[in-house]
């Protein structure tokens, strides 16, 4: 039977509206696209404009009053969500000489990843790590975590990192606890460098029994993963989409240090010009050293040192480098990957 006269169907719309239902076969190809079809769109933040309205926000709030003093970088297609993927928050954090922000922990999972700055602390789980740009720092769910920059008897200098968090992921799940400490500075257990000298050199403790869903160690420092990509691009064959790239480990499971977070650090040398590639996970993307092109469903964006930039999921990417350039970049693979449907496509040509 099909019974379209006069209207029939959307009468018949109209009144199971009132009791909220819809016809599922006016919306199917929509809920279940043949292709991703995210709103979320490619972007580029450049560091030399985000910077100054940082330094200015340093002066109208404190670390200590605004918790944690971050611009929040936001999709252009999703704004007022909070939101660089659909998934995935990012901002740039300031702290300035002498200040703390203050402990707290909640169920978001957090990474840092230093722009600027020597200096500034961030304490977790009761162990300070030093921060130095290129550092890879997490912050695991429902650990406490405090940041600081003491002072130096030089002045010291502003330290500021990129945060990516899995924000909208959790708010998904209505699933997000929080809580303050009720000291701003955590206690210190153990001395600065203890989980990096217990899980950083491809050994673990005899007996050692995993204790949480992320990695134990919590700052993977830039000039380790720099001499990795260095040597190799020495010596091995470049992949003609990625370079030369590594993902960061979780040295307990082989897998992500974060079970929402994947990251990874490539290297492109000088005058790569890349192959094309789309994977599902959308990829925050921020530039450690060196300037060139990301050319992102079509859209060039010309990047240099410490810009962030994001490619949308299922959108073609590929790199152009000028010079050698370096790329720290996350997404949500690991989440997608425990769901099985998380596809790459690495044959565009
Ligand atoms: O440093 O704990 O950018 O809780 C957003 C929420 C940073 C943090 C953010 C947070 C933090």
């Not at 039977?1 to 190809?29: C, T």
């Not at 007022?80 to 993927?85: D, P, V």
């Not at 708010?171 to 257990?189: E, K």
């Not at 040597?231 to 974060?258: F, I, W």
């Amino acid at each position: 039977m099909n019974n379209n006269s006069n209207g029939v169907r959307e009468a018949f719309y109209q009144r199971i509206d009132k009791i909220n239902l819809f016809p599922l076969w006016e919306q199917l190809h929509n809920l279940v696209p043949r292709e991703p079809a995210g709103a979320c769109v490619p972007a580029l933040w450049r560091y030399g404009d985000v910077r100054p309205y940082l330094m200015e926000a340093g002066e109208l709030i404190s670390a200590q009053e605004a918790v944690r003093r971050v611009l929040v970088l936001e999709n252009p297609a999703l704004r007022g969500q909070a939101s660089i993927t659909s998934s995935l928050y990012a901002g740039l954090q300031l702290i300035l000489p002498g200040e703390i922000a203050p402990s707290h922990r909640h169920s978001q999972s957090a990474l840092r990843f230093v722009v600027e700055g020597q200096g500034a602390y961030t304490a977790v789980n009761g162990e300070r790590t030093t921060m130095s740009p290129g550092d890879f720092i997490i912050t695991p769910s429902w650990a406490w975590h405090d940041h600081g920059n003491p002072p130096e008897a030089d002045g010291g200098e502003p330290v500021i990192w990129l945060d990516g968090l899995d924000i909208p992921l959790v708010r998904f799940f209505d699933a997000g606890f929080a809580q303050n400490h009720d000291v701003d500075a955590q206690p210190l257990s153990r001395p600065e460098g203890t989980s990096l000298a217990r899980f950083g050199h491809n050994m673990l403790p005899v007996n050692h029994a995993p204790g949480s869903r992320s990695s134990p160690i919590f700052n993977y420092p830039y000039t380790r993963t720099r001499e990795a990509l260095d040597t190799l691009l020495q010596h091995e064959q470049v992949d003609p989409c990625d370079g030369v790239k590594l993902r960061y480990v979780n040295p307990e499971t082989g897998g992500a240090p974060m079970p929402t977070m994947a990251t990874f650090m490539q290297l492109l040398p000088r005058g790569f010009h890349g192959a094309a590639y789309r994977s599902t996970d959308a990829t925050v993307f921020s530039v450690v050293e060196g300037s060139g092109v990301a050319v992102i469903a079509g859209q060039r964006l010309a990047f240099g040192p410490k810009d962030t930039f994001i490619a949308p999921s299922w959108s073609p990417i590929n790199f152009e480098a000028q010079e050698a350039c370096v790329l720290f970049s996350f997404s949500d693979r690991p989440v997608q990957q425990a769901a099985g449907i998380w596809r790459e496509s690495r044959d565009l040509a």
